[in-house]
């Protein structure tokens, strides 16, 4: 679910071009990270078809290398509803952590592209997301803003959430298992998922 998306962000780092040249070239052979601390996926449950909520991981790694590999890690054990029990109850019934700890998103990107933005230009683009969670693998096509904030800082964000389901990463049995223990009457499989990811070549 959370696969969200996540990976949108990568994907984009380098299918984006701009219109002029470049104000300031960034190196090629050069790998970009991702600025955790400047960075958020969110993820939304809805519970009894009419409460929604917000949660987060607050450990993300990604990179893109020079030959376009761009790989994002979400550690699941980082799990952040803003309620105790309740994130550990997704650690343990959900995500099986012990099993399953990391979530991640791949691509392969076409690098040279990256050098055709100018500082302060932003693109859309329609990406397609390899997400692999819980064992299971699905493509997600994410609807993606990139914008280059400095010479070698890109922002990337959904300009719309990604849709995900429990469903596709055998995930509906621990959705059924939070409701029970919850005494809910439903806990929706349905996950929109949005991001807010930082990249940055070091200079």
Not at 3 to 8: V, W
Not at 55 to 80: C, K, M, P, Q, Y
Not at 104 to 131: K, W
Request: net charge negative; glycine share 6%.
């Amino acid at each position: 679910m959370q696969r969200l998306i996540l990976s949108g962000a990568v994907l984009a780092l380098s299918a984006c071009g701009g219109g002029g040249a470049p104000e300031v070239s960034v190196d090629p052979s050069a790998a970009w990270q991702l600025a955790e601390d400047a960075s958020r996926l969110a993820f939304v449950s809805i519970k009894a078809d009419e409460f929604a909520e917000t949660h987060t991981f607050t450990s993300l790694d990604g990179s893109v290398n020079a030959e376009g590999r761009a790989i994002v890690t979400i550690d699941l054990n980082t799990v952040e509803t803003n309620v105790d029990i309740r994130n550990e109850r997704m650690r343990q019934m959900l995500f099986e952590v012990a099993q399953f700890p990391e979530a991640t998103i791949s691509a392969d990107i076409p690098m040279d592209s990256l050098t055709q933005m100018d500082i302060g230009t932003r693109t859309r683009l329609d990406l397609p997301l390899n997400v692999n969670l819980h064992g299971l693998e699905a493509v997600f096509d994410a609807d993606i803003y990139v914008t280059r904030i400095a010479a070698r800082k890109v922002l990337v964000e959904t300009a719309s959430p990604v849709l995900t389901t429990a469903y596709d990463f055998g995930l509906e049995s621990g959705v059924e298992a939070l409701r029970d223990v919850a005494g809910l009457p439903r806990i929706s499989p349905a996950v929109p998922v949005t991001v807010s990811f930082v990249f940055e070549q070091p200079s």
